[in-house]
């Protein structure tokens, strides 16, 4: 089992990318193209993390406050 808290920023975007590429690939269809509204969502999601948020990610695996807000922004961008 991977210990989220020592993840760094990179390790932690690819979890939110491959999150990102699972939902969106039950929804979708085949010719949808996931990969890249995905990419976009996950680098936009972590560039938005203070170092708070950071932290606190580690550690509930959720999106909070002012983070949630910005990564519900990034998916209307990015995803949608």
Do not use: N, P, W
Not at 33 to 47: L, M, Q
Not at 59 to 68: H, N, Q, Y
């Amino acid at each position: 089992k991977v210990d989220v808290k020592s993840l760094s920023r990179d390790q932690i975007r690819m979890r939110i990318l491959d999150a990102c590429m699972y939902q969106r690939g039950k929804e979708a269809d085949e010719s949808t193209d996931i990969a890249t509204g995905c990419h976009c969502y996950s680098r936009k999601v972590v560039a938005a993390m203070t170092e708070a948020d950071f932290e606190a990610y580690k550690v509930t695996r959720r999106f909070e406050g002012a983070l949630r807000t910005a990564a519900e922004a990034a998916y209307e961008s990015c995803v949608k």
